[in-house]
Structures are given as structure tokens and as C-alpha cells.
């Protein structure tokens, strides 16, 4: 396995910092739904960001990948489950 070069490592490091600057920016405007919805995207890149490189799940292995993404959809599940458990309770 290569070692990716150092400007590759700092360019992905701005890019995370871009985006959570963005992120935080974000949060001060009242978008409503269409912001959580932003918000969520710009994680998901942040997300794909460091699995791609710093895990180096580009260079690995399929089962690797297999058992990564078993993980990510485990998550997902996770979720479903939770915002359905949110959804459906009766608040007073």
C-alpha cells in the first residue's frame, strides 16, 4: 500500500475544515427543513471524505469495503428506527 502524498492529506484536511465552517455558518439562518437537509449533505461529504482517505477504503480490500459499508447501513437502520420511534409518539 502507497503512502498518498502530503498536499493530498492537507487539501482533504482544508476541505474538512471548509465544510464544518460551513456547516457552523449554517446553523445561524432559520432554512428550515431545506437546512437540516444541507447540514445532513455537507456531513455525508465529510463522512465520504474520511472514509475514502484516511481509512483508505479506496485501497482496501473488497471485504473491507464490504464490512464498511455493512457498518454505514447498520447506522442507517439506526436511524430509521430512532426517527420512527420519534415521529410516532403522542406529545402533550
Not at 1 to 20: D, G, V
Not at 23 to 37: D, E, H, K, P, Q
Not at 44 to 69: D, H, N, P
Amino acid at each position: 500500500m502507497k503512502i498518498a502524498p502530503k498536499y493530498q492529506f492537507t487539501a482533504i484536511w482544508l476541505a474538512l475544515i471548509i465544510l464544518l465552517f460551513a456547516m457552523f455558518g449554517l446553523s445561524y439562518f432559520n432554512l428550515g427543513a431545506i437546512g437540516t437537509a444541507i447540514i445532513l449533505l455537507l456531513a455525508f461529504v465529510q463522512m465520504v471524505l474520511v472514509m475514502s482517505t484516511f481509512m483508505r477504503l479506496r485501497e482496501s480490500t473488497k471485504v473491507i469495503r464490504l464490512v464498511a459499508a455493512a457498518g454505514f447501513v447498520w447506522l442507517l437502520f439506526l436511524f430509521v428506527l430512532v426517527f420512527a420511534d420519534y415521529l410516532t409518539r403522542q406529545w402533550h
